[in-house]
């Protein structure tokens, strides 16, 4: 959903970015239909805490605290106006400009908010809307300031754009079953997000989003910044900025329905882009591909600076890839623009062997018509004898068969077989 005022506005001059690895999305802007409250299967989510819902709902809001070094959890705040059966949500009138609370602006969506004492203006507690959805296969979410701190005034009118404060580090907690059914990739419009799932002993399962908010320039129209109405770059300015903090949650389908067997969380991408963010992935190509749209221009009037960033599982590479994380090296980032120039992006691919995975970062580049595509080499692409996950499995030269090693305390056991499937330790022994 969409963050700060960005739901007035959200379109600008245009970028397609291909960061060479893996994928298919559609950015997703869900509709709100009459049922979605009262049907668990509708896309809207609520609180989990008003006890309507204790499925597809959200569960928890943190804020961390860098002087005490703790994650805080927001207070519930019902919106005591809210209707979960009627048709249409009407926003709640202020009486006043100090008339902020739960139920006013874009929160009249929201049964509840999450209340943060201390962190608003001048100390204030700050409200938060978090507006999270369904839709198809996907979910998305973000967060609202309801009464954040003003970001910038829009140029033509010089409306109050409220957001985040800035670099604010969140972690959102959302109860779903729906959720963990398959693979799970996310991408979000914050900085360094994380995103894993946790086995609850309730029955439901829990998807932690973390991450920072960050700055994103904002045009008027989305036909303005994202699509083939896209104005030109030196047409492309930003009419405001906003700190957003925002997620797409998408399966494993379409190019990754191989991958659908594999533990969520396989794949991370996050970029400033403020509309199209997508991504696609064509394995053939070794192309992993970000789409994100932006104006040329700031909202200073400067040239606005875009970076994407991707951190891939090294199973979720090497199922949809074929390809060993270990032997990618780096990968190559060129920019291609509409008058047929091109040039090789500023970028950085590095391999964690803590977590096996691989970590690409493209930044530097200016918003405007044009294509990113970052391209693994194909050096590392797995062949039968290669590796093919993060344990070791050999070919035994000269006898055909394939071989592990397994350990248990101080003891070590190899095994070997012709089939890869039959390559299994016994049982109290782990492959090391």
Request: aromatic share 10%.
């Amino acid at each position: 959903m969409s963050n700060s005022g960005e739901e007035q506005v959200r379109r600008v001059g245009y970028r397609y970015l291909f960061l060479a690895v893996t994928l298919f999305i559609t950015t997703i802007t869900p509709s709100v239909h009459a049922e979605s409250y009262t049907d668990p299967d509708g896309p809207m989510w609520v609180t989990c805490a008003t006890g309507f819902r204790s499925d597809d709902c959200v569960d928890n809001l943190e804020y961390f605290d860098n002087k005490s070094n703790t994650w805080i959890s927001g207070t519930i705040q019902k919106n005591e106006l809210f209707d979960y059966t009627i048709k249409k949500r009407s926003q709640q009138q202020r009486k006043s400009p100090s008339d902020i609370s739960c139920g006013t602006e874009m929160s009249a969506w929201n049964d509840a908010c999450f209340v943060f004492p201390g962190i608003g203006d001048s100390g204030s507690a700050l409200i938060i809307a978090v507006q999270a959805a369904r839709w198809q296969e996907n979910v998305t979410g973000g967060l609202y300031a309801v009464n954040g701190p003003v970001n910038s005034l829009r140029k033509r009118d010089d409306l109050p754009i409220p957001g985040l404060p800035d670099g604010s580090k969140w972690r959102m907690t959302l109860k779903s079953k729906f959720l963990n059914t398959s693979g799970s990739w996310i991408q979000g419009t914050m900085k360094n997000p994380n995103f894993v799932y946790q086995k609850n002993s309730d029955g439901v399962d829990r998807a932690v989003i973390t991450g920072e908010s960050l700055w994103v320039q904002f045009s008027f129209l989305d036909d303005d910044q994202c699509g083939p109405t896209a104005k030109p770059k030196n047409e492309s300015f930003a009419e405001y900025k906003s700190n957003v903090w925002k997620f797409w949650i998408t399966p494993y389908i379409y190019e990754l329905e191989k991958a659908k067997n594999l533990k969520p969380g396989g794949m991370i991408i996050a970029t400033n882009g403020s509309c199209g963010n997508g991504a696609y992935f064509d394995a053939k190509e070794g192309i992993l591909g970000i789409r994100m749209g932006g104006p040329h221009f700031n909202f200073e009037g400067g040239l606005n600076s875009g970076w994407a960033e991707a951190s891939i599982r090294g199973d979720l590479i090497r199922t949809a890839f074929e390809v060993e994380p270990k032997a990618l090296g780096t990968v190559k980032v060129e920019i291609y623009y509409d008058d047929g120039s091109s040039e090789l992006a500023t970028s950085s691919t590095k391999y964690v062997e803590e977590t096996d995975s691989i970590e690409i970062r493209s930044y530097g580049f200016h918003f405007s018509q044009a294509d990113i595509k970052m391209k693994i080499s194909q050096s590392g692409r797995i062949t039968k004898n290669s590796v093919t996950s993060k344990t070791s499995i050999k070919s035994v030269a000269g006898s055909g068969r394939l071989q592990i090693t397994c350990v248990k305390g101080q003891q070590e056991r190899k095994i070997y077989s012709n089939s890869k499937s039959k390559l299994v330790c016994p049982k109290g022994w782990k492959k090391s």
